[in-house]
Nanobody, 115 residues
Framework: QVQFVESGGGLAQPGGSLRLSCKAQ???????????IGWYRQAPGKQHELVAT?????NYADSVKGRFTISRDNVKRTFNLQMNNLKPEDTAVYYC????????WGQGTQVTVPS
């Protein structure tokens, strides 16, 4: 199982943007490019919600479709989540994890969009 470190969260106003990064730890390129991963988020009192996936193409939850874009950077070994037109309901801790063999959750990165 690959470990990931998330970063890039913060405070954004409604309509604003943030770019999250999920860095794979100690992973050679061939393993990294074979990964299928998901960006998840967990709002207070709720379970983890899958918002975007990268692997066999890209897929998005209806709630973020058209606003979020997931991508991969092979040089930096990161999966990125560009979040535009942020809404208060996007407020959550964001995590990434493998889809096929998920490991323990990392520390995540907090995204806060005030209403």
């Amino acid at each position: 199982q690959v470990q990931f470190v998330e970063s890039g969260g913060g405070l954004a106003q409604p309509g604003g943007s943030l770019r999250l990064s999920c860095k794979a730890q100690r992973t050679i390129l061939s393993v990294f490019t074979s990964l299928e991963i998901g960006w998840y988020r967990q709002a207070p009192g709720k379970q983890h919600e899958l918002v975007a996936t990268f692997g066999r193409g890209t897929n998005y939850a209806d709630s973020v479709k058209g606003r979020f874009t997931i991508s991969r950077d092979n040089v930096k070994r990161t999966f990125n989540l560009q979040m535009n037109n942020l809404k208060p309901e996007d407020t959550a801790v964001y995590y990434c994890n493998e889809l096929r063999a998920p490991g323990p959750w990392g520390q995540g990165t907090q995204v806060t969009v005030p209403s």
